[in-house]
């Protein structure tokens, strides 16, 4: 008897249990599961049967409350015979008014669903992801004019280009997964957006983007010459538009007519580049934010002056920040991989230019384009024009700080950007 009893509690339990889970289901997380996204290739995707979409639902919870609603009319239609004793009257008429409170009721429930399904949908459609394939690209490089095609000039950057986009879709399908991909708006809010020219730009710091910015300005009609364009104006105006910043048939659109490009460095040069420009000069937020940081926990007996304005960080200091994995702060931009600044195996780049050979692939890009012949990409330095550019030499001077197995690990953090841009090990020890 005891062992039934306990059993019968148990279920009991249980089930109460089950209840309480059920009504305390976040409902946002049922709906955004049963969401389809977006595929690029197949325009937009239509709800699975197995599926009930939120139209439906609406549809289903106003005909349930429609019935409903009919059947208490039907009832409270119905008078009462007079050969029903009087009691009995009085109770109809009670059941009748409960009746008709619970149709209120229902009502205001109806009209609470339907609003709570509307922003159930508003929230969907922002946050929901949006499924494209690999080299969906509608448009690829424009081709080359009749005219261009006798310029071996022209045709031999065309063929450079072909072979730069050969060299990254085939290392994309050597080491990433599937073709089937997944776009959400971190993976597009890099990429500035000129609609009068149709150019989507990614933006890759320490690569010529302050002068990117400065054409695209131009193109859209912004400012008349790039020297017009302080660095302020280029970095805080927010004068461009981001990508991230459209709906899905916006960011759909674009990413399938528009002429896709991103510009890159050699990866130890742009991260030289990066430290002399954050580090070796005054600067009120990486100096707090991060050299407070890579001193507090890299610097054995750091002075207080140090510890407490965060300058003069070293470059083996700043590299032991890099390859930790428990950082002490975030990553950032400016030393990020370009694999995850632009995303280039999830998104197709119709042009693929490099920082070594600026000058010559950007004016051919605006070639391309069909931007005004007067328009050519800017020579100028933008920020401490006093000092030399970050070459090849200096990169290996301050590369010769770190001990081998520092430049080894140095590498490795940036292997997938080496491998897929086709840039060359800068130290021969390097495996």
């Given at each position: 008897m005891r062992l039934t009893c306990m059993f019968s509690f148990i279920l009991l339990f249980g089930a109460v249990g089950l209840v309480v889970f059920i009504h305390l289901q976040d409902p946002e997380e049922i709906v955004h599961q049963q969401t389809p996204g977006i595929k690029y290739n197949?325009?937009?995707?239509?709800?699975?049967?197995?599926?009930?979409?939120?139209?439906?639902?609406?549809?289903?919870?106003?005909k349930n409350t429609a019935d409903r609603a009919a059947r208490v009319k039907q009832s409270n239609s119905s008078e009462p015979s007079e050969s029903v004793p009087t009691k009995l009257q009085n109770t109809d008429r009670r059941q009748s008014s409960i009746m008709f409170a619970m149709k209120d009721q229902q009502k205001g429930e109806e009209i609470n669903s339907i609003k709570l399904y509307k922003r159930r949908r508003r929230f969907i459609i922002k946050k929901s992801p949006i499924l494209i394939s690999m080299n969906?690209?509608?448009?690829?490089?424009?081709?080359?004019?009749?005219?261009?095609?006798?310029?071996?000039?022209?045709?031999?950057?065309?063929?450079?280009?072909?072979?730069?986009?050969?060299?990254?879709?085939?290392?994309?399908?050597?080491?990433?997964?599937?073709?089937?991909?997944?776009?959400?708006?971190?993976?597009v809010?890099?990429?500035?957006?000129?609609?009068?020219?149709?150019?989507?730009?990614?933006?890759?710091?320490?690569?010529?983007?302050?002068?990117?910015?400065?054409?695209?300005?131009?193109?859209?009609?912004?400012?008349?010459?790039t020297k017009d364009i302080q660095h302020n104006t280029v970095h805080y105006g927010n004068y461009l538009k981001r990508l991230d910043g459209f709906d899905h048939k916006g960011i759909y659109?674009?990413?399938?007519?528009?002429?896709?490009?991103?510009?890159?460095r050699e990866p130890f040069e742009k991260l030289v580049s990066a430290f002399r420009d954050k580090f070796e000069h005054p600067n009120n937020y990486y100096h707090p934010v991060f050299g407070k940081a890579i001193i507090s926990r890299y610097r054995v007996n750091a002075t207080k002056e140090a510890l407490r304005t965060g300058s003069g960080v070293k470059f083996k200091e700043f590299i032991q920040y890099l390859l930790d994995v428990h950082r002490p702060v975030g990553m950032d931009i400016h030393w990020d991989h370009v694999n995850r600044l632009c995303s280039p195996c999830l998104i197709d780049y119709d042009f693929v230019g490099k920082f070594e050979s600026m000058e010559e692939d950007a004016?051919?890009?605006?070639?391309?384009?069909?931007?005004?012949?007067?328009?050519?990409?800017?020579?100028?330095?933008?920020?401490?024009?006093?000092?030399?550019?970050?070459?090849?030499?200096?990169?290996?001077?301050?590369?010769?700080?770190?001990?081998p197995s520092q430049r080894q690990q140095s590498y490795d953090f940036y292997y997938m950007d080496y491998l897929m841009f086709n840039y060359s090990k800068p130290f021969e020890d390097l495996y």
């Open positions: 197949m325009g937009f995707q239509q709800p699975k049967k197995d599926c009930v979409s939120i139209n439906n639902q609406d549809r289903r919870l106003r969906s690209s509608i448009l690829n490089l424009p081709t080359l004019k009749y005219e261009d095609r006798n310029n071996s000039k022209w045709k031999s950057l065309y063929q450079i280009q072909g072979e730069r986009k050969r060299i990254m879709r085939e290392t994309c399908s050597k080491y990433k997964s599937n073709n089937r991909r997944i776009i959400t708006p971190y993976h809010s890099r990429i500035f957006v000129e609609d009068k020219y149709r150019v989507l730009y990614c933006e890759v710091p320490k690569a010529g983007c302050s002068n990117w910015k400065r054409v695209l300005m131009v193109l859209n009609g912004l400012a008349s010459s659109h674009r990413l399938n007519t528009y002429t896709k490009m991103l510009f890159i004016n051919f890009f605006l070639h391309l384009i069909g931007a005004p012949r007067n328009l050519t990409f800017p020579k100028f330095k933008d920020r401490h024009s006093n000092e030399e550019r970050t070459t090849t030499k200096i990169t290996q001077r301050y590369f010769a700080q770190l001990s």
